[in-house]
């Protein structure tokens, strides 16, 4: 969370490590390959652990 917390501060959204390989089926998703420079205002985690334990936090920037 603290990571994307950052990218929201900065303003940018960091590529997906060692994504050199897209498979077809998933063609259709907008793959981040390079930073990306946005006006991140919400960021999503999931966070999907073995038992089940499974978690989301969603987190707005808030406007001033």
Excluded at 35 to 43: F, G, N
């Amino acid at each position: 969370m603290i990571a994307s917390l950052a990218m929201m501060n900065e303003g940018v959204i960091y590529p997906t490590l060692n994504l050199d390989t897209v498979d077809e089926a998933c063609r259709g998703i907008q793959h981040v390959r390079e930073p990306l420079r946005r006006d991140v205002k919400t960021v999503m985690k999931n966070c999907f652990a073995f038992g089940g334990i499974n978690a989301a936090l969603v987190c707005r920037r808030p406007e001033y």
